[in-house]
């Protein structure tokens, strides 16, 4: 029900007066459809798993893969809004680390260095995506595609080359272990705090005192901080507007001025970053790199995004609905280690859940458009 305000005398109703109840005001957030899934999921879980699940180590052991995951799909999420896909960020993430950690371990620079190195590759390559895809009017699905298998095969060259003909790159974190920027980009935050609150017994502890979780891990900080950052790009500024604008109608946009070739540059150059960020952090964390690093990434991105609320069709999406989305895939790939389920049914949930998502982005698409 809508409650349509008078129009002036003579005059038509302008849609702009009219009141939208809160019922249909809910149902067009595009993050709805992952705060069902979500609390689907939590329920799922409170009622099959240990309840060691929902310790505070056990929360902070769905978070980090979650966190991981989510800084691609935001990333992914605002690409998908402005109408375009990247496949290859899966890739960029091994074809980063080993960029990474040749620049770490065999060329010897300083990880400040290393990371704004990694950072630039990455930016130069999510530019040369995007120009073949605007330059070309190939579809960025087939573009970045290709770049998938480019990168994964530069990736294995490249270590081999640096390496002498190993496929994977160890003494990362052993080289990087003086800089100043490493608890920035590994291990865990607030280190402190949490030895407080085992000393006071607010938390679990070990026999020797030390906290049973030591801290929050560094990448659900960047994740945070991505999520909000992106979702305050979307909401509040007019390059977000320029977002939806160049992914509901690109040709709509140009003629209304939006620069819709340098917006959706900016966003493949995002994704890449994130992607090379991603890297970053979890070389750091495990000290090694490897050809395989990033696997299938790209794909679970895009779901994690699509069950966020982000439509295949561009246009209409939200970063936080990417950042639920994200937690309810790290929820479930730990959640099954602590059931009697096997861990194999996590690709059943993969296409069970993005099938269910385009079908609800489907409905919720077509009642705010009012197709039928």
């Known amino acids: 029900m809508v409650d349509v305000s008078k129009a002036p005398e003579g005059g038509a109703k302008d849609e702009r007066l009219i009141r939208v109840s809160l019922m249909a005001s809910l149902i067009r957030k595009p993050e709805l459809g992952a705060l069902a899934g979500l609390a689907f999921v939590l ?40 109408g375009e896909f990247d ?34 590759v990455a930016a ?14 190939l579809p960025s699905f087939i ?25 994977q790159m160890r003494g990362i974190k052993e080289a990087a272990a003086d800089s100043p920027l490493v608890p920035f980009f590994s291990g865990d935050a607030f280190k402190g705090f949490f030895q407080y609150l085992a000393d006071n017994d607010l938390i679990t502890k070990f026999p020797n005192g030390s906290p049973a979780v030591p801290g929050v891990p560094v990448e659900l900080l960047w994740f945070l901080a991505i999520a909000l950052g992106a979702t ?54 495990a000290g090694s790199t490897d050809a395989r690093r990033g696997f299938q990434k790209e794909f679970e991105a895009i779901i994690a995004a699509v069950i966020g609320g982000c439509l295949l069709t561009g246009g209409y999406g939200s970063a936080i609905g990417a950042f639920f989305g994200s937690i309810i895939f790290g929820m479930v790939l730990i959640g099954l280690t602590y059931t009697q389920i096997d861990q194999d049914w996590y690709q059943v949930f993969l296409g069970g859940m993005l099938l269910l998502a385009v079908l609800f982005n489907n409905i919720i698409r077509k009642r705010v458009t009012g197709e039928r």
């Open 124 to 137: 130069l390559l999510g530019i040369t995506n995007a120009q073949i895809v605007m330059r070309t009017g």
């Open 87 to 120: 496949l290859s960020i899966g890739s960029m993430i091994a074809f980063s680390g080993m960029v990474f950690g040749a620049a770490v371990v065999a060329w010897g620079l300083p990880l400040s260095v290393a990371i704004l190195l990694t950072l630039a």
């Open 232 to 285: 305050y790009l979307l909401v509040r500024t007019g390059f977000g507007n320029w977002i939806f604008a160049a992914g509901g109608d690109a040709n709509a946009a140009r003629n209304s001025g939006v620069p819709v070739a340098r917006v959706k540059t900016i966003l493949f150059i995002l994704t890449a970053c994130a992607a090379a960020l991603v890297a970053i952090l979890t070389v750091l964390d």
């Open 143 to 167: 573009v970045t595609l290709a770049f998938l298998f480019i990168l994964r095969g530069l990736s294995l060259v490249g270590l081999k080359w640096v390496t002498g003909g190993a496929t």
């Open 43 to 82: 329920v799922f879980f409170l009622t099959t798993a240990s309840p060691q699940m929902f310790t505070l180590a056990g929360v902070m052991n769905f978070m980090a893969p979650a966190a991981q995951l989510g800084i691609l799909a935001v990333a992914a999420a605002l690409l998908m809004i402005g």
